[in-house]
């Protein structure tokens, strides 16, 4: 079952909330924290998923295994810096066109809207699989697209097809703490 880490404050992180779906774990598999003290803890992870920057991923990422994805949100400014020399495979995500994961349309509605997914570069998955250019819709209820372009992301990384993640979004309760 794939490994992955997120960093503080990251939408995956909240599965701990269950804001996530639990079909979200099923998709992607192990979910964890990524504590930037602890950089050794990231060469088990498969995906590290940064949606802001942090202190502490440059002296972390190299110890990430270069088989490894790094799922970055291209529209914070520092999420990925160049110098940090990572090997690995890295995916994009955000709202901007130039991300390899974005969105074409966002539609809010009473059901909480929906995203209209860009897959615009073809991208390999950790099954060995290619996740191929492509556009779908989901679901998005109460997270913010950001959030939901980067669990689509994770879960495609993992091998799980469009329709398994609608199926899992369309099917979301958010909880209210």
Sequence with gaps: MPRIGMCPGDILNDSRNERVPGGIAELCGELCAFAPGEPEALRDVDILV????????????PYMSPRSFLLVNSDRRGSYRPQWRYKGNLITYGLNRKACITASSIVNDETGGRLQICIQRSFPTLTGGVVAVQEFPVHMHALGAEDVIALVGACMLCGADMHGVDRVFANLVIHKD
């Design 50 to 61: 940064v949606s802001e920057p942090h202190e502490g991923l440059a002296g972390a990422v």
